[in-house]
């Protein structure tokens, strides 16, 4: 066993004796090393509307699963994922989870991607009191219901997201702070309230709305929404996109010519290679984003998972934000498995409200109704790669680009 990996083991407070008690009481798995593997159920998006960052969760799920059983697996069994295709639709997912967890009887499950998604896979989680660990999903419409099972594994529930954006731009001398902004978004759970926070903060500082638009997930032609917001001419844009949405909205404007100031948009631009390729990579320059995670960062464990993810599926490939979290999210389900002894849901439950776990992302912990409590990075695209750009602590770069340079067709 690696060092980094006894490191990340030991978590704050944990109580031995409890674990103990569990193994003795046959609740969970057991001491000894079991032949039988340890199956965990997961429904992601393949195919379908969201297929891209469903396929880079795979992959990083696929990675942690890949280092943990080389280290021996988890308390003695080696891991097994049984992943079914969701295909991006609300109703397959509540018939996958619903497969997995009373006809599969599969003792742990994981998340699947999009708050859109994770919503009803978290109603099938309540109702059979099953840990539910998302690496996608912090929109508040799923913390209503106040759940006892439902964990969102990065640092910062939707609506927070873009505060390290707006931070910025409030920051910036009143001479050089942008006036106007225009904000078009997928009707998306997460995506929706990341940019409804960023207007209206915005707003209430000052800088006026010159073009608001909510568009539905099947949206595809992306040229009229283009020419309005450059038709409004706003400093500052800002897009609550996924992926494809968010490549067409800026290959529209690249297209009629019209660069902003500042430009925002979420999640699209984590997608490291695959949204550089499509927009070209001049065109990324001084975008912004919020993210969970860089694969500089010098976070327990961080190293490992690139190395094995380059090893998996290409090498010198820049794993995917989707792929860090969902493995971040295997990890927490790894941490309270390990800290109870076993794979009794509702004391992984009461495990993880009440302790810290050490991830690639960084440490995750959550209230009581598994809203995370701590805060996203800001990234920019820099000459071709992604650097951090806030806060300090964090920071890979020291530059920042402001205004946006221009397009180049």
Request: proline residues 7%; negative net charge; hydrophobic residues 45%.
């Amino acid at each position: 066993m690696n060092n980094s990996y006894k490191g990340l083991r030991k978590t704050a407070l944990v109580a031995a004796v409890t674990a103990l008690g569990l193994l003795i009481t046959g609740c969970g798995i057991g001491s000894s090393k079991n032949s039988d593997p340890l199956v965990i159920g997961i429904s992601l998006p393949l195919t379908g509307d969201f297929a891209q960052p469903g396929g880079a969760a795979k992959k990083g799920y696929e990675v942690w699963a890949s280092l943990v059983n080389e280290d021996g697996g988890v308390l003695g069994q080696q891991v097994e994922l049984n992943i079914l295709d969701d295909a991006s639709s609300a109703e397959q997912v509540v018939t996958d989870y619903n497969r997995l967890i009373n006809q599969d009887k599969v003792p742990l499950i994981l998340g699947t991607f999009s708050s859109l998604l994770n919503f009803p896979a978290s109603t099938v989680a309540e109702n059979n009191e099953m840990v539910l660990v998302a690496p996608a999903g912090g929109s508040p419409k799923i913390f209503e219901p106040m759940p006892k099972y439902y964990f969102f594994a990065q640092q910062a529930t939707a609506p927070r997201q873009a505060e390290p954006f707006v931070n910025y731009i409030l920051s910036l001398p009143e001479s050089e702070r942008p006036k106007t902004a225009a904000y078009a978004t997928m009707d998306d759970p997460f995506a929706g309230p990341v940019i409804a926070n960023m207007q209206a903060l915005f707003e209430a500082a000052g800088i006026k709305t010159v073009y608001s638009k909510v568009y539905p997930p099947e949206t595809t032609n992306f040229q009229p929404f283009a020419s309005a917001i450059a038709k409004a001419k706003p400093e500052i844009i800002a897009q609550g996109a996924v992926f494809e949405d968010g490549v067409n909205l800026a290959k529209g404007l690249i297209q009629i010519g019209y660069s902003p100031k500042a430009m925002f948009q979420t999640s699209a631009p984590s997608n490291g290679a695959q949204y550089s390729d499509a927009i070209g990579l001049a065109n990324t320059e001084g975008i912004f984003y919020a993210v969970s995670w860089s694969e500089k960062a010098p976070t327990p464990m961080n190293a490992e998972f690139v190395a094995r993810y380059q090893k998996l599926f290409g090498a010198g490939l820049v794993p995917e934000e989707d792929a860090a979290d969902a493995f971040a999210a295997a990890q927490v389900l790894q941490a309270a498995v390990e800290g109870t002894g076993g794979t009794d849901n509702p004391a992984l439950a009461d495990w993880l409200r009440a302790n810290e776990v050490q991830t690639i992302l960084g440490p995750l912990s959550w209230d009581e109704i598994g809203r995370p409590q701590g805060d996203f990075l800001l990234a920019q695209w820099q000459s071709g790669e992604v650097n951090i750009v806030a806060p300090d602590v964090a920071k890979t770069s020291n530059n920042l680009i402001f205004p946006k340079p221009a397009w180049t067709k």
